[in-house]
């Protein structure tokens, strides 16, 4: 498979995603967002960083980026796409998913390894997980909190469609656990179809073992899935 991934001014961990998807057997292409998508691309990353700075809102400017458009046609094909970061606020503000990345409930930027609970493992995603499982991850993010009204999280949750909620090492989902004041927890999501998340940790930064953590190894094989 050949996974293209996108790389906006701004972006930072483009090569981390190459490498992390290299040493998983995938074929990764960097992809520059005025060159257009490839028509020979299996699958697409959103990668983290600050796209044109985070002016505006994170990821507002990225996702009217005109490979957006083509991104959207992609996924709406079945192409699988994983927004990670500031590409998950990529993937929010392009409608690719729902709801929104906001400011975090400190106002600060925030670097740290946080725990996850594998809410579904029915999907591409989290196949390699089982469901309830606790997994660790990076996050390096000022604007991480998830934000959508409550009638439509109940929705998203009733479908399935989070993926991970912030949690302590048992797996209880607690404030204290929550780094960024998400809703419900929350740290990542499916669009209407499975094929499409985005998420706030990093699972390319916890996939080579040389940096000593490999839970995020089991997200980036769904796009084998």
């Known amino acids: 498979m050949t996974i293209a991934v ?5 972006s930072n961990c483009d090569r981390d995603s190459v490498q992390a998807l290299e040493s998983l057997g995938f074929d990764a292409d960097l992809v520059w967002h005025e060159d257009g998508l490839p028509e020979d691309v299996d699958g697409v990353v959103l990668p983290g960083g600050f796209s044109y700075g985070d ?3 994170a990821g ?4 009217r980026s005109p490979i957006m458009a083509e991104v959207r046609e992609a996924a709406s094909e079945g192409t699988p796409v994983l927004g990670i970061c500031n590409g998950a ?3 929010c ?3 690719l998913t729902p709801g929104a990345f906001t400011t975090n409930e ?3 930027f925030q670097c740290e390894h946080v725990r996850l609970r594998v809410e579904n493992a029915d999907t591409p995603w989290t196949s390699q997980y089982e469901a309830g499982e606790v997994v660790e991850l990076p996050i390096a993010h000022g604007e991480g909190r998830y934000e959508i009204p ?3 999280l109940d929705e998203l949750e009733a479908e399935g469609r989070v993926l991970f ?3 302590d090492e048992n797996g209880e989902v607690t404030p204290e656990a929550n780094p960024n004041g998400s809703k419900h927890s929350v740290a990542g999501v499916t669009g209407e179809d499975e094929h499409v998340a985005v998420m706030m940790p990093h699972p390319e930064r916890a996939t080579l073992s040389d940096l000593g953590r490999v839970d995020g190894r089991g997200v980036l094989e769904g796009f084998a899935e």
């Open 89 to 91: 606020q990529i993937g």
């Open 165 to 167: 909620k912030y949690c």
């Open 60 to 63: 507002a400017m990225a996702a």
């Open 106 to 108: 400190s106002a600060r």
């Open 150 to 152: 409550d009638d439509r």
């Open 93 to 95: 503000e392009s409608s």
């Open 55 to 57: 002016y505006l809102r």
């Open 6 to 10: 996108i790389q906006f001014g701004g």
